[in-house]
C-alpha cells in the first residue's frame, strides 16, 4: 500500500506539520495532491486547540509546482471537469492563506510554481540558502492566476509582473529581499530555524494570534472575496484549454522547446 500524498502530525503543543509527499516528483501536485491538502486544512482549521502549521516537503525538493502530464490530461477534458479542477486547486491556496492560526512554511531545494503560492500563503517562511524559486507557469503556456492574490500580497504587484512574465529562477537570498522569504538559513538547519518561530508564537495568546492575523489580513485586504474567486478561476480553467497550453505542455513531454520560442539571440 502507497504512503498518503500529504502527511499529517500533530505533537503534544498542538503543532501540526503538513508534509508535501510525493518525492519521486519532487512533490509536483495533482488532482490527489490538490483533495488531500484542500481535506487536511479544513480539518485543521477548524480545531481550535490547534496553534500554529508548519508546511514542509519530504524529499530534495519542497514543491517543484504542477504535474504537467496530469494537467495536459485536464486541459483534454470537458469544460465543466476542467473548471471544477481549477476551483479545487485555488480553494487549496485560498483555505491555507485564510488559516485562522499562523502558517510557518520551510523550503528546501526547488520552489516552483504552485510551490511560490504555497510559500505566499503563508504568514512565515523560512528558506534554507540552497533554495530556488520561480513563477513557471506562463513557461508551459498557462498562468497562475489561482495565487496571484498570495502573490501580490506577498511580495507586490510589480515583481509579480517580472516573475510570472520571465519564468527566471531565483535564489533564497533574492527571495527574502523581494519579501516572498522571511529568514534564510544554512543548509540542514531548517528546524533549528523554526524552533524560536515556533516558541513565540506559542508564548503568544492564542485567542490574541488568530485575531491579529485576522485582522490584519482583513485590513490589508488580503481576505480574498467569492466573485474574485470566482473571476481567478475561470481565467486559470481557460488558459488550460487553449491551443498554446497544448504546445507547452507537448513541448515539455516530448522535451524540446515551444514553437513560440525562436531560439538564442545575440
Known sequence: MSEPVVLCDIDERKVATVVLNRPSVNNAYNAEVVAALTDTFMTLAADDTIRAVVVRGNGPHFQA????????????????????TSTKTAAAVRGLNEMPMPVVALVHGACIGG????????????ASEEAVFAISEARWGVFASVIFPQLNAAIGARQVRRYAATCERFGAERAREIGLVHEVCPSGE????????????????????????????????DIMG???????VQQHADVRQSAEAREGFGSFLEKRDPDWYPGETG
Open 226 to 232: 467569492d466573485a474574485l474567486f470566482a473571476e481567478i
Open 190 to 221: 531548517l528546524d533549528r530555524a523554526l524552533a524560536p518561530v515556533i516558541d513565540g508564537i506559542l508564548r503568544a495568546g492564542p485567542r490574541a494570534v488568530r485575531a491579529t492575523k485576522r485582522s490584519v489580513m482583513t485590513c490589508a485586504g
Open 115 to 126: 510551490g511560490t503560492g504555497i510559500v505566499a500563503a503563508a504568514d512565515v517562511v523560512i
Open 65 to 84: 509546482g504542477a504535474d504537467l502530464k496530469w494537467l495536459d490530461e485536464i486541459g483534454r477534458m470537458d469544460a465543466a471537469a476542467n473548471l471544477a
